[in-house]
């Protein structure tokens, strides 16, 4: 009699699994449950923190740490066991325990304050800005200031990427400030006149700080997917080894959830149309 009442709740639609999974590879109702850690990567960091905060609302028994650190402390990080997931704006070379997860594609821009009076640069006048070859703005037809120059640490992945796509592999002068966080270098750019630097294309609020065109070529996304603009790259969530299933559920989520990486500014892999190293 049980069995035959079963069939009827079945068949009227009234039986709801246990476990249900969304429709960006999610699980929903709670169903999954433990921790995540998550560090590396401050040009990724505002994706997977929100995608974070979205995520333990739809499953409240997960629970997701998320950290900066850059891109080489996220490769260490995860080979290491310190954190379960590594963000890089690079790939994870020499680390052949680490499983790649590309989840996005990040532009990044070279970045001015507007009172330089630049909007654009050639690749050489790039090169010369941050080699210290050219200390005044007025040398490559701004104003006349001297060049106040924001690098990147030696871990950060948006510097890697920036030496390898626009430096030629030359690294920039030591001269000026060095910081690592992609926030506070928006802050100091924007509040400097003066100021250069580089910055994924998510923290370059328009007004603040001046995102300039490479040899004629804005950082759009038709030109970061076309590959005209040289100056982008892959983002990855390594993991050692193949990831738990609450891990794989969250990666998956953060790579689907293609409303959010538009409003953050990034790019969804399946629309490059050209091939990156990084």
Sequence with gaps: MLRKFALVLAAAGLL?????CGGDGSTTSGAVSGDITVA???????????????????????KISVSGGGSRVGITQAAQGGVQIGDSDIAALGEPSLL???VAVVSFGVVVNPASGITHLTTKQIRDVFTGKVANWK?????????????RPSSSGTRA?????????????AEGLTQDSSGTVATIVGQTPSAASYLAMGYVKPGAVTAVAIDGIAPTDANVTSGKYP???????FTKGKP???VANFITFVTNDKALLAQLHFIPVSEMKTAGKM
Aim: charge should be positive.
């Design 100 to 102: 790649d997860h590309r």
């Design 16 to 20: 709801v699994p246990l476990a249900a």
């Design 231 to 237: 100056y982008w790259s892959y983002e990855h969530m």
């Design 139 to 151: 040398q490559v037809g701004g104003k006349d200031m001297k060049i106040t120059i924001v690098n």
């Design 161 to 173: 990427v920036f030496v390898k796509n626009v430096m030629g592999g030359t690294q920039p002068s």
């Design 40 to 62: 590396g990567s401050t040009a990724l960091l505002p994706l997977v923190k929100q995608a974070a905060v979205d995520y333990q609302t739809q499953n409240p028994n997960v």
């Design 244 to 246: 738990s299933q609450t």
